[in-house]
């Protein structure tokens, strides 16, 4: 058999460089029943083609055939709750289809018992549960491991996967941001024992995660972890006082990372709005933020709020 694989993405974003985790297993299993496996192209035939988008804006191939296997949150059309056969979720990624990618991604836990209104994870994998342990995911040729558990300190068991890490020599990103509110001595202290790739991630989606934040960068502090190894994710919706808000609170650790994320969601209609994408692109990233309020630099650049 022959196998085309086609990552929407990476067709569509020509600098992506993260792999796409379902095709890689995809492609695992395929080779180890014999069969050859290519990335797609439109001017062969093949006798069975995989399509996996992960963003909703990310565009469709016209050129796919119809009977192509379809997977992945992109796809609006598909259920939500689409998995792997078992037999293909069980394998190692094939990292060969991806050479620039020098580091190993997977799951300790999947699910999330949090309902956000602006999260896919509870309706695509729902609550919380042990996935796989860090041994059966990390590579053997790079001490790189990167995670995407959606909220691993809300499983005791992620919590104990991620001490078991700590002294194995791997240097870890958890590329989903933490829930700080979950962050206690115990955890702190697990966090600051373990081998970074760069930073600490957390998210502050909304105001009430302010004071959590700040308690946990003072957690971290105890233990020796300095606010420029944090790295926090802020949501920009439309209410961008609120962004604001949060951006004023947290700017005064000297060094902290902050990225805004303006808020996309076109399975439920959300689009940005051009100030959202302003204070994302320019306030926030541009680093603005740094010596001005998001008001100051509404009036340098003339912007008019709604």
């Known amino acids: 058999m022959i196998v085309g694989l086609h990552d929407a993405e990476k067709e569509y974003f020509r600098n992506k460089t993260f792999p796409n985790y379902a095709i890689m297993k995809i492609s695992a299993w395929h080779k180890a029943q014999g069969d050859i496996v290519e990335w797609w192209n439109p001017l062969y035939q093949y006798d069975r083609v995989y399509s996996s988008k992960v963003f909703d804006f990310t565009p469709t191939d016209p050129y796919l055939p119809e009977d192509a296997i379809r997977g992945g949150t992109g796809y609006r059309d598909l259920p939500m709750n ?18 620039e990618c020098d580091y190993a991604i997977g799951y300790l836990t999947r699910g999330c018992p949090n309902h956000c209104r602006w999260c896919v994870v509870p309706k695509k994998e729902g609550q919380i549960r042990p996935y796989r342990r860090w041994e059966d995911i990390v590579r053997q040729d790079t001490d790189k491991l990167v995670l995407m558990d ?33 962050v206690d001595d115990r955890i ?8 970074w790739i760069r930073f600490i991630r957390f998210s502050c989606d909304q105001k009430s995660q302010i004071k959590p934040i700040r308690q946990t960068v003072e957690l971290l502090g105890k233990y020796g972890v300095k606010p420029y190894r944090i790295f926090i994710y802020l949501l920009v919706t439309a209410d961008l006082e609120d962004a604001a808000d ?16 303006a808020e ?13 994408l302003e204070f994302q ?10 010596s001005e309020t998001w008001q100051q630099y509404c009036e340098r650049k003339g912007l008019i709020q709604n």
């Open 82 to 99: 689409q998995e792997l056969p078992p037999e293909i979720d069980a394998m190692f990624p094939d990292y060969g289809i991806y050479p």
């Open 150 to 182: 959606n909220n691993i300190l809300a499983c005791e068991y992620g919590i104990q996967q991620l001490e078991g890490l700590i002294g194995s020599g791997y240097r870890i990103d958890l590329n989903q941001g933490m829930d700080a509110r979950l």
């Open 188 to 195: 702190a202290n697990i966090l600051s024992g373990l081998k």
């Open 246 to 261: 949060r951006v004023e609170a947290l700017k005064g650790y000297k060094a902290i990372n902050l990225y805004a994320q």
């Open 264 to 276: 996309r969601n076109e399975r439920l209609g959300i689009l940005p709005n051009e100030l959202q």
């Open 281 to 290: 692109q320019r306030y926030v990233y541009g680093g603005c933020y740094r």
